[in-house]
């Protein structure tokens, strides 16, 4: 398919966290209209962002801006190695995208992932309370109803952690759903039984971690491992990147502030799912 690349004159005010989330958004979107969203660079001091994109035509590139976020280029253009640095101008890495980008290259796969923490509230307290033999039979019913939610939308379970789960998906609106989902499985198990509450927190943030041996790296997990530990018991705390790409999906969001996370330079915005008051969304997550 032919290479694209488009110019976007951009508000003032506008931070590289918004581009960001504008780019995780098009990733999103891209395979309803066969197009691939491969990088993009932000001049924040000149406010102006261009996109590289490999796409059958300029029509679809920008319908994917269009139903993303609506930030429609002012100007796209079929490009080769030898034009992106023309087109570029200034950009400091206008070099490594002519390099990387040749059309004989085929486009790469997005790492763009959504990470789910799971914990169980007080774990050790609940196996001294009832013992080894009855916590581990509520351990199984915990497992088992988890992995359930998780197939029928759409996660991919990353590794179980005695006491929880660490999960992924491609779709961030898929992640809280599942997670939705998990809380009111949990909910309903407590009301028809006569066992010991399972009550869960769950944590949510995305980016692009890095993968190895079917496990998953960096600052992405480290963030929703460490908003899962800020969650209450059977609540759902989210960071902002995870609001924001899942705007439109009515799904409810209350602030909770800012939070300082063990090992972040910069504090994050987080907000829990209200979760009680969600309807069943009814799209699936796709595969992590």
């Known amino acids: 398919m032919p290479i694209y690349m488009d110019r976007h004159d951009i508000d003032e005010g506008v931070a590289a966290e918004d581009m960001a989330i504008a780019h995780l958004k098009d990733v999103m979107t891209q395979e309803k209209y066969g197009v691939k969203y491969l990088t993009y660079w932000f001049d924040e001091e000149r406010s102006v962002a261009f996109c590289l994109v490999d796409a059958p035509s300029k029509e679809q590139a920008e319908l994917v801006h269009r139903e993303a976020h609506g930030l429609v280029a002012n100007a ?95 779709s961030a609106p898929g992640a809280v759903g599942c997670s939705i989902a998990i809380q009111k499985e949990l909910a309903a198990h407590e009301k028809k039984t006569e066992d010991w509450p399972i009550r869960v927190r769950i944590g949510l943030s995305a980016g692009e971690p890095v993968e190895e041996h079917r496990d998953l790296y960096g600052a992405a997990v480290q963030m929703a491992s460490r908003i899962c530990g800020l969650a209450e018991p059977t609540g759902i705390l989210v960071s902002n990147v995870i609001r924001e790409l899942s705007i439109g999906k009515e799904f409810a969001f209350t602030s909770r502030g800012e939070a300082e996370l063990r090992g972040f330079l910069e504090p994050v915005r987080l907000y829990e799912v209200e979760w009680r008051s969600s309807g069943s969304p009814t799209e699936a997550g796709g595969s992590g």
């Open 76 to 170: 796209i253009m079929e490009v080769d190695g030898g034009a992106v640095q023309e087109f570029l101008g200034k950009i400091s890495d206008s070099a490594a995208a002519e390099g990387n980008f040749k059309e004989s290259d085929p486009p790469a796969e997005s790492a763009f992932r959504t990470i789910m923490f799971t914990d169980i509230e007080g774990s050790t307290a609940l196996t001294q309370r009832i013992g080894d033999s009855r916590a581990m039979d509520l351990l199984r019913t915990h497992d088992n109803m988890i992995r359930g939610v998780l197939k029928a939308h759409g996660g991919r379970e990353v590794k179980h952690m005695g006491d929880g789960f660490m999960n992924c998906f491609t």
